[in-house]
């Protein structure tokens, strides 16, 4: 039974300034809700309530958020707004969730091994805190599945084009089935030429307590930084490790392309909107296509 998850967010968002100077990119809202309250619904929708939240230097907001707001409460309860007052005491309540501080931005690495007092007898989930998976079955879930059926470090991964390769780790090694494999290598952000498939690490993993062992020998790696996936390296040596592809869609919201296409697509979903943003997008794109038209006109000879 895997009861724990961990999520890291502790890193500067430095591919989102100036927005994230003085806020944490985690706090970023699609459309009305932070990104983390995304990853959080995803560990509640898995059966996963006992969090620990890897926090850093200017990220007091991310416990502020998960907190109770008393004087707020009272004043939508003056406004009679019951459907936003749920909603509001539905975040505090949601899982439980603790924190803990990386005091030095030492990579991916370093963020996890500081969870190995709260993670050391039993195996947790880690979900990056700016990565939303969109999926019918939580992506936490369907590791948890992989990890019942193969009992093993499960990884999660997904098909990139190869020119994304060395923005990622990358995984090789044979299938088990459809969707998992048994894992021969794992290198971070290699060059295309090093890489043993294009098949990306998505941001979700299940790992077991022996992890914090393979951190403690772990040398730094990719950017002078202690990197998980050399970790998950050394442990390759010891046990086996399976990737499972994901089903669902990945958003990376460190990333501004990302964001912009999660807050588009995540408003077409949700009712309020549909109907007047489905429209004013139409209308966008007829714009574009006359302004497309015209400048094909006037550069044809
Ligand atoms: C991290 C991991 C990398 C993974 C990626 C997914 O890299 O180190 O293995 O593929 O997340 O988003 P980062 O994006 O933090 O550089």
Redesign the pocket.
Known sequence: MIKKAVIPAA?LGTRFLPATKAQPKEMLPIIDTPIIQYVVQECVDSGIEDILIISGKGKRSIEDHFDRNFELESRIQEKEDEALYTQLRHIESMANIHFIRQKELN??GDAIYHARFHCEREPFVVL?G??IIDSVIPVTQQLIDSYEQYQQTVIAVETVPWEKVP????VGGNNLSDRVLQLTELI??PDRKHAPSNL????RYILTPEIFSALEKTPRG??NEI???DALRILLKKEGIIATIIEGK?Y?N?NKMDFLKTTVEFALKRKEFAGDFEKFLRETIDILDKQTASSRKRNSP
């Open positions: 890193g990579g991916l990056l700016d990565t923005r990622y780790g990358i971070e952000k990306a690490i998505a941001g990719k950017g990197q998980l996936t990945r990376d460190g």
